[in-house]
């Protein structure tokens, strides 16, 4: 009933920039919250920056400063512009976002995850 598609991610060196987003559709209603997780080997998933359909932003303090997530409500999209990129930061990132289909049942899903690698 939704889908996401991520696009961006990939390999860049330490210092530099990327830019992921990721698209939302499908039979929806309403989108509530979007965002980024992380999942980096060996490690758990962890929360990279969600974005409310007000606009309101919850960032975890590691990106805080170099990355900077934002939304386009009418297209049901959202994304991650990431800056001065550390090899800490390599990892999966997978899209989030929660909502209301037009049948108005809630709705939680996951994209299939993008690879980030921050390496010289």
């Known amino acids: 009933q939704v889908q996401l598609v991520e696009s961006g991610g990939g390999l860049v060196q330490p210092g530099g920039s990327l830019r992921l987003s990721c698209a939302a559709s499908g039979t929806i209603f309403r989108v509530n919250d979007m965002g980024w997780y992380r999942q980096a080997p060996g490690k758990e998933r962890e929360l990279v920056a969600v974005i409310t359909n007000g606009g309101s932003i919850n960032s975890a303090d590691s990106v805080k400063g170099r990355f900077t997530i934002s939304r386009v409500n009418a297209k049901n999209t959202v994304y991650l512009q990431m800056n001065s990129l550390k090899p800490e930061d390599t990892a999966v990132y997978y899209c989030?976002?929660?909502?209301?289909?037009?049948?108005?049942?809630?709705?939680?899903?996951w994209g299939q995850g993008t690879q980030v690698t921050v390496s010289s």
């Open positions: 989030y976002a929660n909502g209301v289909t037009k049948r108005y049942t809630v709705f939680d899903y």
